[in-house]
């Protein structure tokens, strides 16, 4: 397995026989073999999780499958109804799909979309399914529990436990019961790869989220996301958060890093 760091929350992961690619924002998407299918997972509509530079793919690979949270569709929609799809620059095609030339129209290809705690099915190809499992997000549209050939990957989107300092304490309180509840979904679980945000903003309740993740699941390997280009973030959490001993921490040097897992 090969996970790439794109940017913010966008990684692409390549399996054996297919890839899957998580909330592309920005960053370069390298160039991917079109025998394989293409996964493309979105959490929500949020701008820096959701880009319908995305749709490039369907028409550059012959085997592109959407997986959108069902809280995306009113924006497709919206897409759809005003434009019939979307004008793409040749900057975000070639950041896609990996090859230059002229801005195109793409239109809006078929797309599955999923509401919170919901199932689904999606064959790689060759007898083997992705299962898919979304759990609900704290802020916007769902996370991602995925069951593939023996493995458990997991990314958040934005299911995160989200404390602001300028909330009421009713608010906050609200925020843990709603992150907590959903966290029961990864109680005990052996997770093999999972995505989580960290994020500075959030000052002393940055590292919360990840801490009680790694303390509630058995996760083998984690990498961070959603930190707005403050990797110091990173360093920050090693530094005053004790790991599990099972747990590898994989701190992100930049845009396009790459491990082999």
């Known amino acids: 397995m090969k996970i790439t ?3 913010h929350s966008g990684f692409l992961v390549e399996w054996e026989h297919c890839y899957w690619i998580f ?3 920005q960053g370069t998407i390298p160039r991917l073999d079109g025998s394989r299918p293409i996964f493309v997972f979105c959490s929500h ?8 530079a995305v749709f490039a ?3 550059q690979y012959p085997k592109v499958t959407y997986i959108f949270s069902s809280q995306i569709r009113p924006a497709c929609r919206k897409l759809d109804r005003k434009w019939g799809g979307v004008h793409l620059t040749s900057e975000e095609i ?3 799909c990996g090859e230059t030339g002229a801005g195109r129209f793409v239109p809006i290809p078929e797309i599955h979309f999923l509401a919170g705690h919901t199932e689904a099915e999606f064959s790689d190809g060759t ?3 992705v299962k898919v499992f979304t759990l609900r997000s704290t802020d916007c549209g769902c996370a991602f529990l995925i069951h593939y050939r023996g493995k458990a990957v997991y990314h958040a989107g934005d299911l995160h436990w989200w404390l602001w300092a300028e909330e009421t304490d009713a608010a906050n309180q609200q925020m843990t019961g709603n992150f907590k509840k959903e966290m029961e979904y990864l109680e005990g679980l052996a997770l093999d790869l999972a995505f989580v945000p960290l994020d500075a903003r959030l000052d002393g309740t940055y590292g ?3 801490k009680y993740l790694l303390e509630h699941a058995d996760v083998r390997h984690v990498f961070p996301m959603h930190f707005w280009d403050d990797f110091s973030v990173m360093d920050r959490y090693a530094s ?3 790991l599990p001993a099972h747990t590898q921490f994989h701190k992100i040097p930049g845009n396009g890093a790459s491990w082999e897992l």
């Open 5 to 7: 760091y794109l940017k």
């Open 23 to 25: 909330d592309y924002y």
């Open 240 to 242: 005053e958060y004790p």
């Open 45 to 52: 509509s949020h701008s820096d999780h959701f880009n319908p």
């Open 127 to 129: 007898g083997e399914m």
């Open 94 to 96: 070639a950041q896609v």
């Open 208 to 210: 919360l989220g990840m």
């Open 57 to 59: 793919l369907y028409g």
